[in-house]
């Protein structure tokens, strides 16, 4: 079955790194549009950033932008979300998601997900 495993969330400083890696099984890979969710407590799940299958089309939220950078590796099944100048309004549990063709900006037209890794940011 289709399993999204994400990795690499933690507790950092205002200001400071991290980097998201996300790896698929199950999937042919490269059919996928790969995409980053997050969800702060209280609110809703939120789109930060998708990926193409061949990683030349990007679409970042406007919150991330200049901030975040989505990546893939096809040949490792693997999508990554390098996050640069965190904020503590970046602290939420991060989900990878999969879906086919096109990048969508909504939850709910994405097909397969992971447990989601959370991000604490401090100030």
């Known amino acids: 079955q289709v399993q999204l495993v994400e990795s690499g969330g933690g507790l950092v400083q205002a200001g400071g790194s991290l980097r998201l890696s996300c790896a698929a099984s199950?999937?042919?890979?490269?059919?996928?549009?790969m995409g980053w969710f997050r969800q702060a407590p209280g609110k809703e799940r939120e789109f930060v950033a998708g990926?193409?299958?061949?990683?030349?089309?990007?679409v970042y939220a406007d919150s991330v932008k200049g901030r975040f950078t989505i990546s893939r590796d096809n040949a490792k099944n693997t999508v990554y979300l390098q996050m640069n100048s965190l904020k503590p309004e970046d602290t939420a549990v991060y989900y990878c998601?999969?879906?086919?063709?096109?990048?969508?900006?909504?939850?709910?037209?994405?097909?397969?997900w992971g447990r989601g890794t959370q991000l604490a940011v401090s100030s």
């Open positions: 990926v193409t299958w061949s990683g030349g089309g990007i």
């Open positions: 199950g999937l042919t890979f490269t059919r996928y549009v």
């Open positions: 998601a999969a879906r086919p063709w096109n990048i969508l900006t909504t939850s709910d037209k994405y097909d397969y």
